[in-house]
Every structure is written in C-alpha cells, then in structure tokens.
C-alpha cells in the first residue's frame, strides 16, 4: 500500500544573524511533528531552508564586511545545518533561495502571473521596513514624537523601527482582487488557519481590504531578475513563499519531478510564526490562486518566545536585534539536547506567547525526565537485570492478556495521544504518555518488588509486575520518540528492542504486547541525572 504523503515546512530563515531559542522553536514543533507522522505511517517530506535575498540580508552582508550578499550567505550557512543537526532536526531538504532551483522557479512563476492578468507595471511611492522586508502605506505608519531620538521619523507600525521612503518603477501583484476569493476559501476552510482565534485575526484583515501588493524592486539589486524586464528585481516575500513549491518540483518538466510535486503539493502544513500570518493566508494563497494551484491545507501560526526585560519587567519578543536572544547552546549546556526539546516542545504553549526562564526549565526537567521518566526506566531495567539473571523475563504464555492497572492505562493509550499530536497540542500529548509513567511509578510502590522477590512463593507475581513495567516502558518510549527521539533509541537498546524507534505503525506496537522476553537488559547510566541548583 503506498503511503499517504505529508509535506510540512519551516519558515525559510532570513540570513542576517546566527539562529536563536526562537528560530530553533518554529523548526523543532515541525521536527516532532514529522517525526510523529512517520511512525503513524506517512511518507513525509520535511522542509526547512534559508532566505537569502532582500535588502535585510544585502545590509547585514555590509554589516560584516562581505564582499558579496552570496559570500555572507555561504558563510551562514553551516550555523544553520550544523544547529539543525545538533538538535536532532529531521529535515528531508534544506533549501536557499539563491540555488538554480529556486531561481529557475521564480522566474516561471513571473511568467504565469504575466500570463495571469493579475500582474500590472506602476510605481510605488510609499514606505518600506526593511528588518520586516513589509510595505506601508501612509495612512499605516506612525510618525514618532518630535522629543523621541527617532524625531519626527516614520516607523513601522509592527516593529516599531524607522522606515525607509521608497519611489520606484514596480510590478504589482493585483492582491485586491482576491478579497472575495479569499473570504469564501476561509469559509470553505474553517481550519486552514490553526489556532482558531488566527483564522479570525486573518479574517477581519481581509474584510478590511486589500491593497496591490508591489512585487518587484529597481533601487536594489540582490534578488531574482524579472525575466521580462532588466533593472527589476524579484520582491523577496514574493520569492520566498514559492520556495514551498520549488523544493516539490515546480516549474520543472521532467517526468519525475512532475511525479514529485503531483504527489506533494499542495502541502500538508506551513508552520510560521505569528508575524508572517498575513504572507501566507493572504498573500501565498492569493498568489497561488492566481496562477491555478492548489492551496496548502493548514497553515499553524505560534506565538513568541518572549524573555522577561530585567529592567521593565515586561514580556518582550525574543529576537537577536533586541539584544535578547539566548543561543541554543545555553540550554543544551544545562540540560542535553533531548531536555531543551522537551520542555520547548511540551511545556511552551505553541498558540499564544510564552515567557521562557531558566527556573522554569529546570523545574520541568527535575520533575517530568530526572525524576518521573528517567527514574522509572532506572529502577525498572535495574530489577529486571537484577532479579532476572541480567535478562527480561521469559514471557508466560497469555501475559498480554492478564488485567493490571498499567495495561488498563495503556489501553486506547495511542489514539488519545494522536488525537492531541494530529493538531500540535504536544502538551496534550505529553499529558497521555506521563499519565501511564506517572501510573508505573505509583505502581513500584504498591506492589513492592524489592519485598516480593524475597519469598520464592511469589515468583510468578514479581515477574508479572516487571512484564507490566518493562511493557509500560517500551509503549512510553514509542510515544516519546518524537520528543527525544535518542532517549528512545536508547531505552529500545537497553531493552534489546534496536531500532524498534524506526516503526511506521505506531498504533501496532503501542499494543499491550510487544515486549521481548528472556533478552538481555542493560541498567546504563541514568539518562536525566538530576540538575543541581548551581549548574545554571
Ligand atoms: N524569511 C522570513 C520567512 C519567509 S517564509 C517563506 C522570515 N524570517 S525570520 O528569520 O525573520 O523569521 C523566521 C521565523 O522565526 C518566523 O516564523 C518567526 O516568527 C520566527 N521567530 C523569530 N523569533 C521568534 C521568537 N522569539 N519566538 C518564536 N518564533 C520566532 O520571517
């Protein structure tokens, strides 16, 4: 049976400065994600990638004294895979829009919206933010106070910095034609936009009116030339976005690439911060129609990372021109790889702003892996191999089907999980699998088996509760594999389970069930060694 496909994409990362905790977020809730639908059978394809072009890139190429954005830009490069990498990202293809592909992509689009009547030549006279790479027009920007060391500048109206006044011969994209077009796809797509209170905020922005959307540049340089037209080059949103569709084949007429992008697009899901929204549910989908393809079906929108400002106390976005980035590596210093993916993947709330501390980190840590899930794989595969000559124990005949209070827990245990992983709820789906670890731990201290193997009458009892907590393992660690994926891995090698992480049928082997019997059973070393206070 062929697999379903699911195609789901990060962000391409604009190349002005290293990555931080919060590019990390975005491309790690796809990363579980993909890693989730694997296991549930999907034949995924994982995209993340860089976006190179515009004046933001162009200035922070100066910035560093590169002669060229494209030499800047290969310098950057190797922080991001090397990042992506360390902190287990799957991804499947990593693309840069200066690469041929994107460039023979971007070009086929301009002549399909020429051919579109959706595309006319004006000029543009108005106001442009670079760090945003956003057009406003008059009536949006705010005038900063006269008193202020801004005076009397024009800044933008999303991040507050100085805008630069731009008049210049254009492309347009004709945007508001598709008001219409846009409201009744919304209607037809209740759930296109995730969280539900986005699709509203996306809404009332379309209801307000769209305006033509300038769609190439002639003051500026470092992009994609129109095709059609020397001295005009390619509005980096509007080379960005195709990026989605470049790395499924797009624009290419060879067999099998038209086979690739047949069976990809549209895709599954764009996961995209809240401050790229409107590119991609109003501006992507309105380009896409416009040149007859078919729209992705969900775009999820998170909210930001924000860190406390020590001096007014409020939330603020975490962003490397605020000063206020943490670096990736801080928090896998304090608590491994497998730790930082799993409180900012489960204790991060992925629909509003979340506020991240260091106190906070290490509490989840301590409590949820030292000493709940780290804990119970411990004193289970330690009592195993002790009282079981090294070995799990051989498996009676029926065991499966014996009534315990775990096996009850871990009944229906995969469907309430992938009912809450299906829509990113990961906290969700942490609540299910910590209810079965949190169970199992109780349960060690119910039935006693330190007492129990004392009295040889009760040799049938003492192997049937380390079955029981050795089964509750190995179904937890397939549920948290996309979370700590090596915590996984590593729990199947103790257990002699190798390789059981790489399964495409999750529902089969969270089946109470599989555990293999009479195999060798290694203790380790812990795998959450608890944090001390002072290692901050
Ligand atoms: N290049 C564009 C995206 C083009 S997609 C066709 C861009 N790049 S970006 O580097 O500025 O931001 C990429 C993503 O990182 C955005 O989704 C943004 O929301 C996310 N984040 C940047 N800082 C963040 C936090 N502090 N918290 C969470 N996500 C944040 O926009």
Same mark, same amino acid.
């Not at 990362?13 to 999907?42: E, F, S």
């Not at 860190?307 to 106390?313: A, D, I």
């Given at each position: ?14 190349? &002005? ?9 975005? *491309? /790690? ?9 694997? *296991?549930?059978?999907?034949? %995924? ?45 799957? &991804? @499947? ?17 301009? @002549? ?45 109206? @999303? ?23 846009? =409201? ?21 922005? %379309?209801?307000?009116?769209? +305006? ?28 960005? =976005?195709?990026?989605?569709? *470049? ?34 549910? %109003? ?5 896409? /129609? ?15 990372? +924000? ?8 939330? $603020? ?57 780290? !804990? ?29 209070? =775990? ?6 245990? $995969? ?44 040799? $049938? ?6 079955? !029981?907590? =050795? ?15 090596? *915590? ?6 103790? /257990? ?6 790489? +399964? @495409? ?32």
């Amino acid at each position: 049976m062929t697999k379903p496909s699911f195609y789901i994409t990060t962000p391409i990362y604009y190349v &002005n400065a290293a990555p931080h905790l919060g590019t990390a977020y975005c *491309t /790690m809730l796809c990363d579980v994600q993909a890693r989730y639908r694997r *296991t549930a059978g999907y034949d %995924v394809k994982f995209l993340t990638g860089m976006d190179e072009h515009g004046e933001k890139v162009a200035e922070a190429a100066a910035d560093h004294g590169f002669d060229t954005p494209q030499a800047w830009c290969d310098s950057q490069a190797p922080l991001f895979r090397d990042l992506w990498e360390k902190i287990e990202i799957s &991804n @499947d293809d990593f693309i840069r829009t200066t690469e041929p592909r994107q460039h023979h992509a971007v070009q086929y689009l301009w @002549d399909r919206m020429n051919e579109s009547g959706y595309l006319y030549k004006g000029s543009y006279d108005g106001w442009y933010c670079v760090p945003e790479e956003t057009y406003f027009t008059e009536n949006q920007v705010k005038k900063s106070d006269e008193e202020h060391e801004t005076q009397g500048q024009h800044l933008c109206p @999303d991040c507050g910095r100085p805008l630069e006044r731009v008049q210049e011969e254009s492309y347009f994209f004709k945007l508001s034609a598709f008001q219409d077009k846009l =409201l009744a796809f919304y209607d037809e797509h209740p759930d296109f936009v995730q969280p539900d209170f986005r699709m509203n905020e996306v809404r009332t922005f %379309v209801e307000g009116g769209l +305006t033509d959307l300038s769609v190439s540049r002639t003051s500026f340089d470092w992009g994609i030339p129109v095709p059609f037209d020397d001295g005009h080059v390619t509005y980096v949103w509007f080379d960005a =976005l195709l990026n989605y569709m *470049t790395a499924v084949g797009y624009s290419l007429d060879d067999e099998a690439s038209r086979a690739e992008f047949a069976k990809r697009w549209p895709a599954q899901y764009h996961v995209v911060g809240k401050d790229i929204i409107r590119f991609h549910c %109003v501006i992507w989908p309105a380009m896409l /129609m416009a040149i007859g393809e078919a729209l992705p079906e969900h775009v999820f929108a998170h909210g930001f990372l +924000t860190v406390r400002n020590s001096e007014t106390g409020e939330a $603020e976005k975490m962003s490397k021109s605020r000063g206020n980035a943490i670096a990736p590596q801080d928090v896998i210093d304090l608590m491994g790889v497998e730790g930082y993916r799993y409180y900012f993947m489960t204790d991060v709330s992925h629909g509003k702003d979340s506020a991240i501390s260091f106190d906070r980190m290490e509490q989840v840590y301590n409590a949820d892996l030292a000493n709940s899930w780290g !804990n119970l794989v411990s004193r289970s595969l330690n009592m195993s191999a002790k009282y079981f000559d090294g070995k799990t124990p051989a498996l009676a005949d029926g065991w499966a089907e014996k009534d315990n209070p =775990l096996r009850e827990i871990a009944q229906g245990i $995969e469907a309430r999980y992938a009912a809450c992983m299906d829509v990113m709820d990961y906290a969700g789906a942490k609540d299910v699998v910590m209810e079965l670890v949190h169970a199992a731990n109780h349960y060690i201290e119910d039935t006693a088996p330190w007492a129990v193997a004392k009295d040889e009458a009760r040799a $049938e009892e003492l192997r049937d509760i380390i079955v !029981n907590l =050795l089964e509750s393992i190995r179904i937890s660690a397939h549920l948290f594999a996309p979370f700590m994926p090596e *915590t996984s891995a590593e729990v199947f090698r103790r /257990m002699s389970l190798e390789g059981e992480e790489t +399964t @495409d049928d999750l529902a089969a082997v969270c089946e109470w069930g599989g555990l293999a019997g009479d195999v060798p059973v290694t203790k380790g070393d812990a795998l959450f060694p608890r944090l001390a206070a002072d290692k901050k």
